[in-house]
T-cell receptor, first 114, second 112 residues
Framework: GENVEQHPSTLSVQEGDSAVIKCTYS??????FPWYKQELGKRPQLIID?????GEKKDQRIAVTLNKTAKHFSLHITETQPEDSAVYFCAATPRGSSASKIIFGSGTRLSIRP | DGGITQSPKYLFRKEGQNVTLSCEQNLNHDAMYWYRQDPGQGLRLIYYSQIVNDFQKGDIAEGYSVSREKKESFPLTVTSAQKNPTAFYLCASSIPGGDTQYFGPGTRLTVL
């Protein structure tokens, strides 16, 4: 079945440095790739998403890149700040999923060192 | 996502009891979902519904039941058949034909 793998499971970076989280997906027909941020005890919140007809998308310090050929996509956070500390989930929506069923990765716990 | 509410925030259950978790949305979304999240883990789909009076099993439906009598509401019942129900439960919804899911604040269920 569909599968989304996410790496690394934990990531620690110095404040001000960049962080990169990578995901691969198995269903080549997937066409929508959201990223969610979840703070401790809170709900996941959508931070950025990308569709299969786009290779890159930026929103201030956050960017997502998509390589359809290799079936992987990545989240880039630049100039990291303490409030970026959270768990980040990537996800993929298989094409033809009438209920917009989303397959989530296992999550990356990002810690920003002061 | 401010239009999705879940109650209660915390719920304690004795073994052998059924409990029902509430999820309400005023976003006019057709599709609604229930996920389970265990500590340090990802999200696993329990049930989802595309339209009123219709729902489908997700990846871990055993021991759970749902109903969708109203567009705004998608309650989840955790039955006594669910052997390890202690977890964080998240409800989500999405627009018709849309992909982005918006989450409620969650219910933390603990079995005593």
């Amino acid at each position: 079945g569909e599968n989304v793998e996410q790496h690394p499971s934990t990531l620690s970076v110095q404040e001000g440095d960049s962080a990169v989280i990578k995901c691969t997906y198995s269903d080549s027909a997937s066409n929508y790739f959201p990223w969610y941020k979840q703070e401790l005890g809170k709900r996941p919140q959508l931070i950025i998403d990308i569709r299969s007809n786009v290779g890159e998308k930026k929103d201030q310090r956050i960017a997502v890149t998509l390589n359809k050929t290799a079936k992987h996509f990545s989240l880039h956070i630049t100039e990291t700040q303490p409030e970026d500390s959270a768990v980040y989930f990537c996800a993929a929506t298989p094409r033809g999923s009438s209920a917009s069923k989303i397959i989530f990765g296992s999550g990356t716990r990002l810690s920003i060192r002061p | 996502d401010g239009g999705i509410t879940q109650s209660p925030k915390y719920l304690f259950r004795k073994e052998g009891q059924n409990v029902t978790l509430s999820c309400e949305q005023n976003l006019n979304h057709d599709a609604m979902y229930w996920y389970r999240q265990d500590p340090g883990q990802g999200l696993r789909l329990i049930y989802y519904s595309q339209i009123v009076n219709d729902f489908q099993k997700g990846d871990i439906a055993e021991g759970y039941s749902v109903s969708r009598e109203k567009k705004e509401s998608f309650p989840l019942t955790v039955t006594s058949a669910q052997k390890n129900p202690t977890a964080f439960y998240l409800c989500a919804s999405s627009i018709p034909g849309g992909d982005t899911q918006y989450f409620g604040p969650g219910t933390r269920l603990t079995v005593l």
